[in-house]
């Protein structure tokens, strides 16, 4: 996909998330890859109204090149491209029910999301709590790398989630199944729950691969 087109896609699947409820306000930012850097939605922008010429470029060594000044969270992009040669886009959002996860004190860190239906398995996989710092800070791309690409999706504590995928499209379809099945697992709280045995995440994991 040629750059001008990927832009156009951006601003349209943003303006999907913004419309029913993925984000608010300025919340939220979204990336892509192209083949000499990387497309960032601008600091502050809202995604439902992102023009796709003032998306924020970068160099491959993560210059600011062209368009708006770039999300303040851009340490968290790099770092999954940088422990995923796989990713090309990346998704972070402060979507209502990851983010109550990210709140929650009793939300497993090491198992934010069970695999309780087929396709969060196939889109979103094992999901890791990372700590908590203050949006914009450099560190949180530290905590990401410090997993070493083991995860394509984490909820950052007390903020929200972040997901990696093969491409724009793939990214967001994971960020909204990574959403609902969030949704589920609150409202099914102190319910006794039937998680997907393992043998039926391997088939899934065979059959389906990484989507």
Known sequence: MNETRLREEMAELSRSLFARGFSVGSAGNISATVDDGLLIT????????LD?????????????????????????HRAFYETQPATRAVVH???TYATALSCLSDTDPNDCIPPITPYVVMRVGEVR??????????????LIRALEGRYKAVLLANHGPVVAGKDLRSAVYAAEEL???AKLVVMLRGAPVRRLAPAQIDELKRTFGSQ
Do not use: M, Q, W
């Open 52 to 76: 796709p010429s003032r998306i924020s470029k970068l160099d491959r060594e993560g210059r600011h090149v062209d368009g708006e000044p770039p999300s303040k969270e851009i340490f968290l």
């Open 179 to 181: 959403e609902e099945t």
């Open 42 to 49: 601008p600091t502050n922008s809202c995604l439902g109204s």
């Open 129 to 142: 709590l990372v700590p908590y710092v203050r949006p914009g800070d450099a560190r949180a791309g530290d």
């Open 93 to 95: 959002l402060h979507s």
